[in-house]
């Protein structure tokens, strides 16, 4: 998988009291390109998103598109599946998260994002610039890919891209999975049957993937 990720990048609970509803739904291999200004800030994201089998099926057969399945598109298909996942309703964080240490840091909304259709999979992309550039200092700066509903799954399928910079080293970190079943099945135990009904808990993040980025200070 990092080897078809790579190629394409271009920019239920055991033991649980109750059964949960099955979540997450859709799956996401995600990768992560970090851009430098000439003045060795980090000033841009560039987010990858491979889209699982069925859920890609399911977006294709939804807009009618490729309708011989063969996986391949053409230019007016592509150009009618571009930006399909980049209309986000006003306050969406567009499940990507940027820190300095413990310090959210602002991220614009996305811009000259792309899609394509890789070996059956969606493969869309997009840019995600800094509000204001930030110097990584001695802090590191931590990227996660999580959906807080925990509808997706994300996985960071990639090793992340530096450009800019030639001195910082990006790793990829998981979650402590036991931590994060224990969250999710306290979150479900608070839960009623009514109040699933609104909305599943909020533990996407408690399952994030992240990498974290090391510079050398100055």
Do not use: K
Not at 85 to 102: C, I, K, R
Not at 131 to 140: E, K
Not at 165 to 175: F, K, L, N, T
């Amino acid at each position: 998988m990092r080897r078809f990720l790579a190629s394409v990048l271009a920019c239920g609970l055991a033991g649980a009291a109750a059964p949960a509803p099955a979540h997450p739904h859709a799956f996401i291999d995600a990768g992560v390109e970090l851009r430098f200004d000439a003045e060795g800030r980090l000033e841009a994201l560039c987010v990858v998103w491979v889209y699982d089998d069925l859920t890609s099926l399911m977006i294709l057969s939804d807009r009618g598109l490729d309708p011989d399945g063969d996986g391949t598109l053409t230019d007016a298909e592509t150009a009618r599946l571009r930006g399909f996942d980049m209309q986000w309703d006003p306050g969406f964080a567009g499940d990507t998260y940027l820190l300095h240490g413990a310090a959210p840091v602002a991220l614009a909304g996305p811009e000259g994002w792309t899609a394509q259709v890789v070996q059956g999979r969606i493969v869309t992309t997009h840019l995600r610039p800094l509000v204001a550039p930030v110097a990584p200092g001695a802090l590191p700066l931590v990227v996660q890919v999580y959906d807080p509903g925990y509808y997706t799954a994300y996985a960071i399928a990639t090793d992340p891209v530096i450009r800019g910079r030639d001195d910082c080293v990006a790793e990829v970190w998981g979650p402590d999975l036991d931590a994060a079943h224990a969250a999710l099945q306290a979150a479900m135990q608070e839960l009623s049957g009514l109040d699933l009904e609104q909305g599943f808990p909020a533990v996407g993040q408690h399952y994030a993937e992240e990498v974290r980025l090391t510079c050398p200070p100055g």
